[in-house]
């Protein structure tokens, strides 16, 4: 009598749970990062990056200042110098080392809700300052976007602590 072998039913679900996984894995990750993810991953990046600049003031003891270069889609955050400390300045402030730099993404739209000076006027908008004493001030408040998502950051006068809102920018407060 010869016996024949085959796979038993357990065997089979196993071998197919484990395909199963695998495929799971392998869409995930050639499908990449969804919209949503993005804007919250860089949101979260934007208050992260407004929280270092606070600092940088209060250590200091002078008043910094945020700007957006719409045409470099980036945040630059520097001390506020006088005329004759600009004219020292050897380069351009965006390229400066005692400049912190956020550059946002390619396919994210950066722009600003409030517009109070023009970027015809200058390459550059200014949004926020800070000040050593921990207060801030929110002079054009700034939004990112990423496909129809989109969100909005202002900061707290008194704290000098970030609030981002969703939506069109008259949400909640997210934290």
Do not use: W
């Given at each position: 009598?010869?016996?024949?072998?085959?796979?038993?039913?357990?065997?089979?679900?196993?071998?197919?749970?484990?395909?199963?996984?695998?495929?799971?894995?392998?869409?995930?990750?050639?499908?990449?990062?969804?919209?949503?993810?993005?804007?919250?991953?860089?949101?979260?990046?934007?208050?992260?990056?407004?929280?270092?600049?606070?600092?940088?003031?209060?250590?200091?003891?002078?008043?910094?200042?945020?700007?957006?270069?719409?045409?470099?889609?980036?945040?630059?955050?520097?001390?506020?110098?006088?005329?004759?400390?600009?004219?020292?300045?050897?380069?351009?402030?965006?390229?400066?080392?005692?400049?912190?730099?956020f550059v946002f993404p390619e396919d994210m739209e950066v722009f600003t809700v409030d517009e109070e000076d023009s970027p015809a006027e200058h390459d550059y908008v200014e949004l926020f300052r800070f000040y050593p004493t921990g207060g801030a001030v929110c002079l054009n408040r700034p939004g990112i976007r990423m496909e129809e998502l989109a969100r909005f950051f202002d900061i707290s006068f008194f704290s000098g602590q970030v609030i981002c809102l969703d939506g069109d920018g008259s949400g909640e407060e997210k934290r």
């Open positions: 009598m010869t016996l024949k072998r085959s796979f038993t039913l357990i065997e089979v679900i196993v071998v197919l749970v484990i395909i199963m996984l695998l495929t799971g894995v392998a869409v995930m990750s050639l499908r990449g990062e969804s919209p949503a993810a993005a804007l919250e991953r860089n949101a979260l990046e934007v208050e992260a990056f407004l929280a270092r600049v606070r600092f940088l003031c209060a250590e200091s003891g002078r008043d910094y200042v945020v700007r957006l270069y719409p045409d470099k889609k980036m945040f630059c955050a520097h001390a506020d110098y006088n005329e004759e400390e600009l004219q020292e300045l050897e380069k351009d402030i965006t390229e400066s080392p005692a400049s912190e730099k």
